[in-house]
């Protein structure tokens, strides 16, 4: 399984921050029947979270997270122009 791992704040509106894991494949072993989940991170730390995975998955690859967001960085969204001299 491969999965990535970040903080978010306000989810669903909620004033915790969460630990998001988002695999590959279903996470069935933490009774979850999607590819997320999300854990208070005030209950627990990244290295603990870490350690979860690892012994529900073991051999699991934490890869880094791709935000498809800003697919083209190098061109803004809006036709900038030059200022006036």
């Not at 988002?22 to 854990?39: G, L, N």
């Not at 350690?51 to 699991?60: N, S, V």
């Given at each position: 399984?491969?999965y990535?791992?970040?903080l ?5 509106k909620?004033?915790y921050?969460?630990y998001?894991?988002q695999?590959?494949e279903d ?16 209950l627990?730390?990244e ?6 995975i690892e012994?529900?998955?073991?051999g699991?690859?934490?890869?880094k997270?791709?935000?498809n ?10 036709m ?6």
């Amino acid at each position: 399984m491969k999965y990535s791992m970040y903080l978010k704040h306000y989810v669903c509106k909620s004033p915790y921050p969460y630990y998001i894991v988002q695999a590959d494949e279903d996470m069935t072993k933490f009774h979850v029947w999607s590819c997320r989940k999300t854990f208070n991170a005030w209950l627990h730390s990244e290295a603990e979270m870490i350690t979860m995975i690892e012994a529900k998955y073991p051999g699991a690859q934490r890869i880094k997270r791709m935000d498809n967001s800003r697919r083209n960085s190098e061109m803004p969204a809006r036709m900038t122009y030059p200022a006036k001299p």
